[in-house]
């Protein structure tokens, strides 16, 4: 455009100097080399720096995806050891437990009773850690009195008449054979226990003699 302007602006002289030739061929030349240049920006520089850019586009969307992986699996990462530490927290619990059921076991087979024949063998009928044998137990033929089923008002009910031979009356005479019994018993542990009875009353008596004697002091 400069050179245009001026070959606008040549005076006559200079165009009889010829002038003007040469600045048409300095204009061809310069479109001849923008000409040139523009080519090798587009199809040289222009497409080294287009592939470039690609090149580039193409690292930063590997980077980018890499950087999703690496957040997607450290994420995995956290949640597994997350499940690993609870699954070893459940383990310890339940060897504890284990552990404590053990030495409750242990202390008991410690303190447990075991049976034994009278010939020394182990009685196989109760067993320790396992239900006796229905043998173990005794019959009714083992079974043995106790005064504290007696019934104290059995020869009250001597109004009521019942059929002789019937299940009442035999009921209640039983009960009166158990009530005798039960006074009979208690008599006889009586006569037993009055000589050391008499011996207690006594020491409890001389001891209440000395404190009263003490305070009045």
Not at 111 to 123: A, E, L, M, N, T
Request: charged letters at 35%; aromatic letters at 10%; proline letters at 3%.
């Amino acid at each position: 455009m400069e050179l245009v302007r001026q070959r606008d602006a040549v005076s006559p002289r200079a165009i009889e100097q010829g002038w003007v030739e040469e600045l048409n061929t300095n204009i061809r030349d310069h479109r001849n080399w923008i000409t040139k240049y523009k080519l090798e920006a587009l199809f040289d520089t222009g497409l080294e720096q287009r592939g470039v850019e690609e090149e580039f586009n193409r690292r930063m969307l590997e980077i980018n995806l890499a950087k999703s992986k690496q957040k997607f699996f450290a994420k995995w990462r956290e949640e597994e050891l997350e499940q690993i530490w609870a699954r070893q927290q459940q383990l310890v619990y339940e060897m504890e437990d284990t552990w404590n059921r053990q030495k409750i076991a242990d202390e008991k087979r410690k303190w447990q009773v075991k049976f034994f024949k009278p010939s020394g063998k182990p009685d196989k009928l109760r067993r320790p850690g396992r239900p006796w044998e229905e043998k173990a137990y005794a019959g009714a033929e083992k079974s043995t009195f106790c005064g504290g089923t007696a019934n104290l008002f059995a020869y009250n009910n001597d109004a009521e008449k019942l059929r002789v031979g019937s299940n009442e009356s035999v009921a209640r005479l039983m009960q009166k054979l158990q009530l005798q019994s039960y006074h009979n018993q208690v008599q006889q542990y009586e006569a037993l226990l009055k000589p050391l009875a008499s011996n207690m009353q006594g020491a409890m008596l001389n001891g209440n003699d000395q404190v009263s004697e003490r305070r009045k002091r």
